[in-house]
């Protein structure tokens, strides 16, 4: 894909669908924030299959940057983590962030190792 301005607007349509997913996954919550969870290492697991497939670099930029970038979401971690220490619960914040930074890092490898 060597037209920047549809690469452009696929990573940007992609990257709507990803946060289209993740508004619709997210919602899923109990004592810890399992929505948020599953959105992460998803878009970790994802990204996985991604580099693996061996595809052109326009794809891995939709992809990744567009789909996975769309699905996942650092902010709300982010604002998850301060909840639960603003409300004092330190031990939830600490598993909230430790999940969310290491699980799709690990779906990613895993992904990586076996495809």
């Known amino acids: 894909m060597t037209n920047p301005v549809i690469l452009t607007l696929l ?14 996954i997210i919602r899923w919550n109990g004592a ?3 929505g948020l969870f599953a959105v992460n290492i998803l878009a970790g697991g994802f990204l996985g299959l991604v580099y693996a497939a ?3 670099p326009g794809w891995v930029t939709i992809l990744g940057i ?5 699905l996942s979401t650092f902010a709300t971690m982010s604002a998850e ?10 031990v939830q914040m600490l ?3 430790a999940i969310n930074v290491l699980m799709p890092v690990l779906a990613l490898l895993l992904v990586l190792q076996f495809a």
Do not use: E, N, S
Not at 66 to 70: P, S
Not at 81 to 90: C, L, N, P, S, V
């Open 95 to 97: 598993l909230t962030l």
């Open 32 to 34: 810890l924030p399992f």
């Open 66 to 70: 567009g789909f996975a970038g769309g």
């Open 81 to 90: 983590g301060f909840m639960y220490y603003h409300r004092g619960r330190i």
């Open 11 to 24: 990573v940007g349509v992609a990257g709507g669908l990803g946060a289209v997913l993740r508004w619709l």
């Open 54 to 56: 061996d595809l052109a």
